[in-house]
């Protein structure tokens, strides 16, 4: 016994809702149901053509907990003028979030909302409308959701803006510090947003570096001859080591030896207290230690340079 099966049709969405606002909206309005099924949403309620200004919102509606969301239908491809209209709505009404319907999605936009659902706090949908028949039957909608918040985007989105906070906070700090009177050596560094800025020590590979994290900071010697030299850099560092109480004879603050075994670099360093993260009131005396540290370090390692067994 065979079974008929019928052949999923589209219809142009002019045939089923002739006017966007007239049609569409007032049938998305007594039909939102249709729009939580598509969505994973609990709207109980929703009111046409709000005022936001000088502008009119398709549709505001209304969650189970009294959230508000703000719908904006556009039975066409999606342009810049009404994503510009998502957003302005949806910070006019204070919403929770802010609904888009349209008929094409343009994968710039796509990539906007994914985008907005990482940077802010609020949630953004983009969701497809078509409109199918089978054979002779009514038309019926299909609402496809192809952007929703979720909670990884939202704590990508954190991870991102605490990055950049990050990179923004050490790039003032770097600009403060090369400004330092004793920061003769990294003066003409250009601050940038990494934990360390280095000048070279006048011999290839190794660098005078400073370094600072959220608490901590320092200044040290940085060997690294390159990815195939481990065993250069690590001879090179057991030169300076053979000098150690020389060396740190010229120095006033405690000395950290780090050999790295079985890593790419070494490095000898002077660790200090107070980072980024330290009041702003406190920078310019962290910073003082820190060019102190790195003078004492470069003199005291300078003889010892200038002896160094080098590969070729």
Same mark, same amino acid.
Request: glycine share 8%; with cysteine; charged share 25%.
């Given at each position: 016994?065979?079974?008929? =099966? ?27 149901? =249709? ?38 239908? !556009? ?25 888009? %319907? ?23 949908? *983009?969701?497809?409308? #078509? ?6 039957? &009514?038309?019926?909608?299909? *609402? ?20 950049? #906070? ?40 190794? @660098? ?12 040290? *010697?940085? %060997? ?14 057991? !030169? ?10 010229? %120095?006033?603050? &405690?000395?950290?030896? !780090? ?10 360093? =002077?660790?200090?207290? @107070?980072?980024?993260?330290? &009041? ?17 370090? #470069? ?7 200038? @002896? ?5």
């Amino acid at each position: 016994m065979s079974t008929s =099966i019928g052949k999923l049709l589209r219809v142009h969405l002019r045939e089923v809702w002739r006017h966007e606002a007239y049609d569409f909206t007032q049938w998305l309005q007594e039909n939102i149901d =249709i729009l939580n099924e598509a969505l994973d949403l609990e709207l109980v309620s929703a009111e046409r053509e709000q005022a936001a200004g000088a502008f009119s919102i398709d549709l505001v509606a209304e969650s189970s907990d009294g959230e508000t969301y703000v719908v904006e239908n !556009q039975l066409e491809k999606s342009n810049h003028d009404h994503l510009g209209k998502v957003i302005t709505y949806l910070t006019a009404m204070k919403a929770r979030g802010a609904i888009w %319907i349209v008929s094409e999605p343009r994968q710039e936009h796509i990539n906007a909302m994914a985008w907005l659902n990482e940077a802010s706090n609020a949630d953004f949908y *983009l969701a497809k409308v #078509e409109a199918v028949r089978i054979g002779d039957s &009514p038309a019926a909608p299909l *609402l496809t959701l192809i952007v929703g918040p979720s909670v990884e985007a939202k704590e990508a989105g954190r991870a991102k803006q605490e990055l950049a #906070e990050r990179y923004d906070i050490r790039k003032q700090w770097w600009s403060q510090l090369v400004t330092q009177p004793g920061a003769k050596l990294h003066a003409h560094i250009t601050p940038g947003q990494y934990s360390w800025i280095g000048a070279s020590s006048g011999v290839r590979g190794l @660098g005078f570096n400073y370094v600072v994290t959220k608490t901590d900071c320092g200044a040290e *010697l940085y %060997i690294d001859r390159g990815k195939t030299c481990e065993e250069e850099n690590e001879a090179i560092f057991d !030169q300076l080591y053979h000098s150690k109480d020389k060396i740190e004879a010229g %120095i006033s603050f &405690p000395v950290s030896w !780090q050999r790295l075994d079985g890593r790419r670099a070494c490095r000898i360093r =002077i660790e200090l207290p @107070g980072g980024y993260r330290s &009041p702003d009131a406190d920078w310019p005396e962290i910073q003082q230690r820190m060019t102190e540290a790195m003078t004492q370090l #470069e003199a005291a390692l300078k003889p010892a340079l200038k @002896g160094l067994r080098l590969g070729s």
